[in-house]
């Protein structure tokens, strides 16, 4: 066993007493792993016969710990390039690996846009560069995601892009959005919304409710989000393109999803772990942090939220990471620029919602790993026999949110200087060669 | 339940002193009488002046407005100065946040000057919590309207108004008893003010049981059953046998954002005449925290009326501020040295 800070590099060894959760079987138990010759031979659980004739592995005691297969991340901001005082691909997939990611769909808001096949291999150059985590950068719609062209969409795809969007760049004129999404059909490729309607929406910065008519905040209606929802299933409907919901938020867009997915349509949707951890009043006191797009919204569209992960409504836990530099989020909270960084923490929310339980620990791997896997189409591997084994572990230990403990270029991490509970202690990585 | 989050007011000492002014949420009945009382006694009874105490002589307090003001920055500035204060107006259009400051930079700049107390205005709601949040421990904020969240001084000097007018005096001092058995009726534009906000959490605080918002649909709160107030649509049933009728400023914005058709409607359906204002109690006040729109609002027979207390409510604006400057930077100067 080789190590770094995080990474183990393995090749014959048991790790002893975790949780393993198997996001495809659905196993759910503890027990102990064995990895042989870097590959992932079987998991025993404790009340099955227990290993003989395994003198020459090492031993991991991993007591108290769950492990997972790496995530899959969908919708994160890579502030690079264009924006890098916010953090670089460097940074941010650093601080997506600590926290136990293998795999980010990024959006294509950077400077230059991702809208060509020339800006999509340099982010994917520079990913490979950083070589913490494999990115799939989701490309603009339109040219410069100003609505008016569509971008090289085959082009794209034959540069290996998987997905477009127009992130939270809305196109408002339906019929350039009809023609878009006809188009993208043709390419048999899959679209994902941020659906906020732009004018619903315009000013605000709050869930309009008890806690932005008490702050004063400029509110934004969840009718902003279902209008564009509503929308843009009927046009995903027309088109008969694959589409995928970014960070909904609201209890009537679930509804609305789960409609559409009833009819049969190819639809799919994730929630953030911010809009499951947290609700409006979380901004009471105008703490910027808690600015987010969109809103933070009540306390029944949380519930609602989590009630679509159990009930397979949403398919995935997005985080949302968005980092901002410190002067984005210094300012009166209307005037701070909406986001959370969360790879550094995501677990420790998770965790906290497992243990109220309010998010069971299967439905929670499974919507960082196979769910976000079917949505973006990408392999999901190294937890099953035969496979090079590729796993989280997760500690409950209690750890201090600072500088030293995160990696993120973002000012923007919730909790910070707080002790929280479960982060991501090893990564395994099977390897066959001998070290 | 969410996962908790910190959320401590800024503007409360670990004991529960006000070291800033920035919102009446939160404040007790006691903390607002002791305000009420103070005020009570900078005035003057028998000539209707203000005293000049020497009570913040050698400090600085400046006022930083980011939105224009006539009255409210006046009437700090002559509240200041009638504690002996030096005070520095900062003209915002023409500083160095026009050419790009942020407000940050701005704040630090100040603070190297060695101002004790910043009276700040600006039009985003939650900016005088954030600059609390920011400034060295030594400086004091007092809240001069943030965005459409708080203008605690302005409520506050309503509340003092209501009680000059409306509540019991015995031993020869104003007493709050009389709060809770009136009703009063706050009529425009409540979803977009500022004041209106103030004033509800003050009223409450005090103890008023019937607190009226009154307003067409597009111009009230929506979630409107937990604020601590009915709600009404209609002028006529909103202030009827009321005893205190306040009246909000109307945005000319509102019209062109598809609030209200025109003027003209809104003053016939909600403007306040002399006609209307039969329907209160015969010895109601009108209030209005101004600058008012005559014609709109307000009818002007009305405004200049014998139930107006508009310009009283001015008058007693200087010595509502000079208790709230006084007391916090009182509070302050204690928090510092423990």
Redesign the interface.
């Known amino acids: 066993m080789s190590q770094s800070s995080l990474e183990l590099t393995v090749k014959n060894i048991i790790i002893k007493n975790t949780l393993f959760i198997d996001p495809i079987t659905s196993i759910q138990a503890l027990g102990h792993i064995v990895i042989h010759n870097g590959r992932f031979e079987r998991f025993i659980a404790l009340d099955q016969t227990q290993p003989e004739n395994l003198k020459d592995f090492e031993v991991l005691d991993a007591q108290g710990t769950i492990t997972t297969p790496h995530f899959i991340d969908i919708g994160a901001s890579l502030p690079e390039p264009g924006f890098t005082h916010k953090g670089t691909i460097a940074s941010e997939g650093k601080a997506a690996f600590f926290g136990g990611y293998a795999t980010l769909a990024s959006l294509p808001n950077t400077s230059p846009v991702i809208d060509s096949p020339a800006v999509f291999a340099m982010v994917q150059e520079k990913a490979k560069l950083a070589g913490q985590v494999k990115v799939l950068p989701l490309a603009a719609m339109t040219v410069g995601l100003e609505g008016k062209q569509l971008s090289e969409i085959f082009s794209l795809k034959r540069a290996g892009c998987i997905g477009f969007t127009q992130g939270r760049h809305r196109i408002e004129d339906a019929r350039m959005l009809m023609r878009c999404l006809d188009y993208i059909a043709t390419a048999d490729m899959p679209v994902f919304f941020y659906p906020e309607h732009s004018q619903l929406a315009a000013g605000g910065c709050a869930h309009?409710?008890?806690i932005a008519?008490?702050?004063?905040?400029?509110p934004i209606p969840a009718c902003a989000e279902t209008v564009a929802l509503g929308r843009d299933l009927l046009l995903v409907e027309r088109a008969g393109v694959k589409a995928h919901f970014c960070q909904i938020s609201s209890q009537y867009s679930i509804e609305l999803i789960q409609n559409a997915q009833a009819k049969g349509l190819p639809i799919t949707a994730d929630a953030s772990i911010s809009h499951l951890?947290?609700?409006e009043?979380?901004i009471?006191?105008?703490?910027s942090i808690?600015h987010l797009r969109p809103p933070l919204r009540s306390?029944s569209d949380?519930q609602a939220l989590l009630a679509g992960i159990q009930n397979n409504v949403l398919q995935s836990i997005s985080t949302g990471h968005r980092p901002q530099d410190l002067?984005s989020k210094?300012?009166?909270?209307?005037?701070t620029e909406p986001g959370m960084a969360n790879y550094d923490i995501h677990v420790s929310?998770a965790l906290?919602?497992i243990d109220?339980q309010q998010l069971s620990p299967l439905k929670w791997v499974q919507a960082l790993t196979s769910g976000p896997a079917k949505i973006l189409g990408c392999e999901l591997s190294g937890f099953q026999p035969g496979e090079i084994a590729a796993l989280n572990i997760i500690s409950r230990d209690e750890w201090t949110v600072n500088e030293a403990n995160c990696k993120s270029h973002g000012s923007n991490i919730?909790?910070f200087y707080?002790n929280m509970r479960g982060k991501v202690k090893w990564r395994i990585r099977g390897c066959q060669e001998s070290y | 339940?969410?996962?908790e989050?910190?959320?401590?007011?800024?503007q409360l000492t670990s004991d529960g002193q006000l070291q800033h002014f920035l919102t009446l949420?939160g404040l007790t009945q006691a903390q607002l009488t002791d305000i009420l009382n103070l005020t009570d006694s900078f005035l003057n009874k028998s000539d209707r002046s203000i005293k000049k105490v020497p009570l913040l002589r050698g400090k600085t307090v400046a006022t930083l407005f980011f939105e224009n003001s006539t009255r409210t920055r006046s009437t700090f500035e002559l509240a200041a100065k009638r504690l002996s204060a030096d005070v520095l107006n900062i003209n915002i259009n023409t500083s160095a946040t026009a050419k790009g400051e942020?407000?940050?930079d701005t704040l630090r700049n100040l603070e190297a000057m060695s101002v004790d107390m910043f009276i700040v205005r600006?039009s985003?709601?939650?900016?005088a919590?954030?600059i609390a949040q920011?400034v060295t421990p030594e400086v004091a904020i007092v809240n001069a309207g943030?965005?459409?969240?708080?203008h605690p001084t302005q409520a506050m000097l309503d509340m003092y108004t209501i009680r000059h007018f409306k509540c019991g005096v015995e031993n020869g001092t104003m007493q709050n008893s009389g709060f809770e058995n009136l009703s009063v009726a706050i009529v425009g534009d409540v979803l977009h003010s500022?004041v209106a906000?103030s004033q509800i959490h003050a009223l409450n605080t005090l103890g008023v049981k019937d607190i009226r918002l009154v307003g067409p649909r597009t111009l009230l709160?929506?979630?409107q059953h937990?604020?601590p107030a009915s709600t009404h649509t209609q002028l006529e049933t909103g202030i009827k046998d009321a005893d205190v009728v306040i009246l909000l400023r109307l945005q000319k914005e509102r019209m062109t954002s598809g609030m209200l058709p025109n003027e003209n409607e809104y003053f016939s359906s909600y403007g306040l005449t002399n006609q209307r204002l039969k329907l209160a109690k015969p010895d109601a006040i009108v209030m209005h925290p101004g600058p008012i729109n005559r014609g709109i609002e307000i009818d002007s027979e009305v405004a200049d009326g014998p139930q107006s207390v508009i310009l009283d409510q001015v008058h007693f604006g200087i010595a509502t501020r000079m208790a709230i400057l006084s007391s916090v930077m009182n509070n302050h100067m204690q928090a510092r040295r423990t």
């Open positions: 309009e409710g008890w008519d008490q702050l004063g905040l400029p951890s947290y609700n009043s979380a009471d006191n105008f703490d808690y306390e949380r002067a210094s300012a009166p909270f209307p005037e929310e906290a919602l109220s919730p909790h707080e | 339940m969410s996962i989050t910190q959320s401590i007011s800024p949420e942020t407000l940050l600006h985003s709601s939650g900016a919590h954030f920011q943030d965005g459409q969240h708080s500022r906000r709160p929506r979630d937990r604020w």
